[in-house]
């Protein structure tokens, strides 16, 4: 079955409302990360967050690996925050490869 | 800074025939490349895993036969795909480990095949 449960599979908002995108996994996992994909389909990483809450300006990632999940939240959003945005997990094996999730399209209107 | 050039970005090809996707680690030293492929409307899924003095593990679905990898130092990795055809079309993906818990990956080779 499908080790990454991403959700939403897309989600459109107002300029300035805040997203809470969630990462769910089947199996246990080592680490996770989020990724931003750009237009021209390159990947961008925006946390790596084996555990905890990381924060980057605008960006806030909660990883709780006992319950295996974690959440991007966007607050304030803006157009340009606009994209893909995928989880990928880092399964225990131990060797560096990643399972992505299906992705969550977000759309920021003005 | 450690960086991940892929080319070619962009390539198209006939039905049947075959194409080459290079990935060159720079800054650091490749020990793991991992090749990914993301189809139309698809997340990425893992093609194989390379390791330096490793064998090649391909993931299941994926055959050496069909997506042979080359990683024959710890800064370059290539990856042919053998007679193409519509359902190879998609978006290929190197990342590359230096040994940390860290996948640098590549812009990506945008496959489309015609």
């Known amino acids: 079955g499908q080790q990454v449960q991403q959700s939403p599979t897309s989600l459109v908002l107002q300029e300035g409302e805040n997203a809470e995108l969630q990462c769910n996994f089947s199996t246990s996992l080592n680490s996770m990360q989020w990724f931003y994909q750009r237009p021209g389909g390159s990947l961008i990483s925006v946390f790596y967050n084996p555990s905890g809450t990381k924060q980057s300006g605008r960006l806030t990632s909660t990883t709780v690996i006992k319950e295996r999940r974690s959440s991007l939240h966007i607050s304030s959003s803006q157009i340009t925050d606009s994209g893909t945005y995928l989880c990928?997990?880092?399964?225990?094996?131990?060797?560096?490869?990643?399972?992505f999730g299906s992705g969550t399209q977000l759309t920021v209107m003005p | 800074g450690a960086l991940v050039y892929q080319y070619p970005r962009r390539t198209i090809c006939k039905s049947g025939t075959s194409m080459r996707m290079e990935c060159q680690a720079v800054?650091?030293?490749?020990?793991?490349v991992a090749w990914y492929r993301q189809s139309p409307q698809k997340t990425f899924e893992l093609i194989a895993l390379?390791?330096?003095?490793?064998?090649?593990?391909?993931e299941q679905n994926f055959t050496q036969e069909k997506f042979p990898i080359s990683h024959p130092n710890l800064s370059f990795s290539s990856m042919t795909v053998l007679n193409a055809y519509l359902e190879d079309r998609g978006l290929y993906l190197c990342g590359a480990s230096r040994g940390q818990n860290t996948l640098y990956f590549g812009a990506g080779t945008r496959l489309s095949v015609l």
């Open positions: 800054g650091f030293q490749a020990t793991s």
């Open positions: 990928a997990m880092e399964p225990p094996s131990g060797s560096w490869q990643l399972i």
């Open positions: 390379s390791t330096v003095n490793s064998a090649i593990k391909y």
